[in-house]
């Protein structure tokens, strides 16, 4: 056994010796290979009488009429214009080439190179598997602090335009909070909270609510079915806000729930105009359950001082949030940027400042800006209105199209209220990639951008809805290839069907110039060599 074991290594060695000799020789054999073809393409010209059927293959070719050739070129102009098709679809989808992803994933080991990792990667940090990656902890999908109520607000958009604002993946990662939130830590379940978690679980909505009454059926103090109504069933915030205060009335000591159920009740009071009172559940919350902070409930409070218009408080917040140790979000930096550009964007002029340079505190409000576009880019384009935005998801992903769809949904009116404040983002957004070092390998202020936000995103978002990439990819070469291919082939059948004559001698001049290189070389192989040695050659 141990020398089984000890020749283990020895021809595991070997075996990785005798691929990169075959990877590196495999370049030098092919150069080799097609040097063979071409000499016994001369060696054997003579005794298969390869001159005699180039020469009947030319008469037969100059017999043909124009129409074959441009049914051939339409053909080929047909094939390869439904390739591009194809193509663009499938990279407009999953961002990547049919055709190179093909490539990379069974060809390339053929050819001796090592698989990429870096799609499994993509998947795996979306599925939630084991990652390779060792930054995919950054591709981590939150839950959305501010996402809004199933009954009364996601289902009021299905109802009027008919499309799902919300993912299957991000309904399914709900239930599984749900589940772990609301039953996870309890030793022995209820026959109730059995119901729930297969109601949690059900992909019918109405499945889900006929389970909830189930569960009611069984236990009328039976709190996580009143929250499944008052975020499912309740077609109003005020029917919602009712069916939350009554789960209230008999959660009990579930920490989990009374959490859960008091921050919705304060973001009803928020979406009723009822903001101070929304301020000061947000605030008691915090001070009754501090270690909670990974629930964000501050990015809650921070939504609701910017609408009551209390700077001071909302400087106070992000003194102790925005901290170097602890997780930023767009929220942190985009309402710190705010805060900036609010103390110098109603004066602000980019003329002005072009000609006497930036003030201190102009400086400071740039810099932010440049810190929050760094740690988030997509964000912008939602605040300037240069793309439309959708429902957010009830998952987000940090620096994705996902949290800036969520934070420009709920503070692109905080922007617009600030004099100016989008006239200064508009004039200084795009320095932000000046600064940040390309290609992405380091970041600047934060860590690199992950490369795997755009599958997680396309995850979460619906497909109506564009994701933003960033960076920008470049088409693939495939895309272009078939694209040139489609329009060189139309062009050729469009000109050999309205100028055949001409067509046919252009056609004989480019394939006597393609052939020229090697009748020349034919020749000088004849005149190096003694034709005895061809002559034995050819015998042979």
Same mark, same amino acid.
């Given at each position: 056994?141990?020398?089984?074991?000890?020749?283990?290594?020895?021809?595991?060695?070997?075996?990785?010796?005798?691929?990169?000799?075959?990877?590196?020789?495999?370049?030098?054999?092919?150069?080799?290979?097609?040097?063979?073809?071409?000499?016994?393409?001369?060696?054997?010209?003579?005794?298969?009488?390869?001159?005699?059927?180039?020469?009947?293959?030319?008469?037969?070719?100059?017999?043909?009429?124009?129409?074959?050739?441009?049914?051939?070129?339409?053909?080929?102009?047909?094939?390869?214009?439904?390739?591009?098709?194809?193509?663009?679809?499938?990279?407009?989808?999953?961002?990547?080439?049919?055709?190179?992803?093909?490539?990379?994933?069974?060809?390339?080991?053929?050819?001796?190179?090592?698989?990429?990792?870096?799609?499994?990667?993509?998947?795996?940090?979306?599925?939630?598997?084991?990652?390779?990656?060792?930054?995919?902890?950054?591709?981590?999908?939150?839950?959305?602090?501010?996402?809004?109520?199933?009954?009364?607000?996601?289902?009021?958009?299905?109802?009027?335009?008919?499309?799902?604002?919300?993912?299957?993946?991000?309904?399914?990662?709900? =239930?599984?909070?749900?589940?772990?939130?609301?039953?996870?830590?309890?030793?022995?379940?209820?026959?109730?909270?059995?119901?729930?978690?297969?109601?949690?679980?059900?992909?019918?909505?109405?499945?889900?609510?006929? =389970?909830?009454?189930?569960?009611?059926?069984?236990?009328?103090?039976?709190?996580?079915?009143?929250?499944?109504?008052?975020?499912?069933?309740?077609?109003?915030?005020?029917?919602?806000?009712?069916?939350?205060?009554?789960?209230?009335?008999?959660?009990?000591?579930?920490?989990?729930?009374?959490?859960?159920?008091?921050?919705?009740?304060?973001?009803?009071?928020?979406?009723?105009?009822?903001?101070?009172?929304?301020?000061?559940?947000?605030?008691?919350?915090?001070?009754?359950?501090?270690?909670?902070?990974?629930?964000?409930?501050?990015?809650?409070?921070?939504?609701?001082?910017?609408?009551?218009?209390?700077?001071?408080?909302?400087?106070?917040?992000?003194?102790?949030?925005?901290?170097?140790?602890?997780?930023?979000?767009?929220?942190?930096?985009?309402?710190? =940027?705010?805060?900036?550009?609010?103390?110098?964007?109603?004066?602000?002029?980019?003329?002005?400042?072009?000609?006497?340079?930036?003030?201190?505190?102009?400086?400071?409000?740039?810099?932010?800006?440049?810190?929050?576009?760094?740690?988030?880019?997509?964000?912008?384009?939602?605040?300037?209105?240069?793309?439309?935005?959708?429902?957010?998801?009830?998952?987000?992903?940090?620096?994705?199209?996902?949290?800036?769809?969520?934070?420009?949904?709920?503070?692109?009116?905080?922007?617009?209220?600030?004099?100016?404040?989008?006239?200064?983002?508009?004039?200084?957004?795009?320095?932000?990639?000046?600064?940040?070092?390309?290609?992405?390998?380091?970041?600047?202020?934060?860590?690199?951008?992950?490369?795997?936000?755009?599958?997680?995103?396309?995850?979460?978002?619906?497909?109506?809805?564009?994701?933003?990439?960033?960076?920008?990819?470049?088409?693939?070469?495939?895309?272009?290839?078939?694209?040139?291919?489609?329009?060189?082939?139309?062009?050729?059948?469009?000109?050999?069907?309205?100028?055949?004559?001409?067509?046919?001698?252009?056609?004989?001049?480019?394939?006597?110039?393609?052939?020229?290189?090697?009748?020349?070389?034919?020749?000088?192989?004849?005149?190096?060599?003694?034709?005895?040695?061809?002559?034995?050659?050819?015998?042979?």
């Amino acid at each position: 056994m141990e020398d089984t074991a000890g020749s283990n290594p020895q021809s595991l060695g070997f075996t990785e010796k005798l691929k990169s000799w075959l990877s590196w020789s495999w370049t030098y054999v092919c150069f080799i290979w097609f040097g063979m073809v071409l000499i016994m393409i001369y060696v054997l010209w003579s005794p298969l009488k390869l001159q005699e059927s180039l020469t009947s293959a030319s008469v037969f070719l100059n017999t043909l009429t124009p129409k074959f050739y441009v049914a051939l070129t339409g053909t080929s102009s047909l094939i390869s214009g439904l390739i591009l098709i194809f193509e663009w679809w499938y990279f407009r989808k999953y961002g990547t080439s049919f055709i190179e992803q093909v490539s990379v994933s069974h060809l390339r080991p053929l050819l001796g190179g090592v698989e990429s990792s870096s799609a499994t990667g993509l998947f795996a940090s979306v599925n939630g598997e084991a990652e390779p990656r060792p930054s995919v902890s950054e591709c981590k999908v939150w839950r959305n602090p501010l996402n809004l109520f199933r009954g009364a607000e996601y289902n009021r958009y299905t109802w009027v335009t008919g499309k799902e604002p919300l993912t299957y993946y991000d309904m399914n990662l709900s =239930a599984q909070d749900h589940q772990t939130f609301f039953t996870g830590d309890t030793p022995q379940l209820k026959p109730e909270d059995t119901v729930m978690q297969k109601a949690w679980r059900e992909r019918n909505p109405q499945a889900r609510i006929r =389970a909830a009454y189930q569960a009611i059926e069984m236990n009328q103090e039976c709190a996580a079915a009143y929250v499944l109504l008052a975020e499912e069933e309740a077609t109003t915030i005020t029917e919602a806000e009712r069916l939350f205060k009554k789960a209230l009335s008999i959660a009990g000591k579930d920490i989990n729930l009374l959490v859960y159920i008091k921050r919705r009740l304060a973001m009803c009071a928020r979406k009723l105009g009822r903001i101070k009172e929304a301020v000061k559940m947000m605030r008691d919350l915090m001070k009754e359950f501090p270690l909670l902070g990974m629930l964000n409930i501050h990015e809650n409070l921070l939504e609701a001082l910017l609408e009551l218009q209390a700077y001071a408080d909302v400087q106070a917040v992000l003194a102790k949030y925005d901290d170097i140790s602890l997780p930023k979000s767009a929220t942190i930096c985009y309402t710190s =940027a705010l805060l900036k550009a609010r103390a110098v964007s109603d004066k602000f002029s980019p003329e002005a400042a072009s000609r006497r340079g930036l003030s201190t505190a102009e400086m400071n409000a740039v810099e932010a800006i440049h810190r929050a576009v760094e740690f988030n880019p997509h964000v912008p384009k939602y605040l300037l209105e240069m793309k439309s935005l959708i429902l957010p998801p009830e998952h987000i992903l940090k620096r994705g199209d996902s949290e800036a769809v969520a934070y420009a949904f709920f503070h692109l009116q905080h922007w617009k209220r600030a004099e100016g404040a989008l006239n200064l983002l508009h004039c200084t957004w795009e320095g932000t990639f000046r600064i940040i070092p390309y290609p992405l390998e380091k970041g600047h202020l934060f860590y690199p951008y992950p490369g795997c936000t755009e599958t997680a995103d396309r995850e979460l978002l619906p497909s109506f809805h564009e994701v933003s990439v960033y960076p920008k990819k470049e088409l693939p070469f495939f895309i272009l290839f078939t694209a040139g291919l489609c329009s060189f082939t139309a062009m050729l059948a469009m000109l050999t069907h309205q100028f055949p004559e001409l067509m046919g001698v252009f056609a004989k001049a480019f394939f006597s110039t393609l052939f020229a290189p090697l009748g020349f070389f034919a020749d000088k192989m004849e005149s190096f060599m003694p034709s005895s040695f061809w002559h034995q050659l050819t015998r042979i």
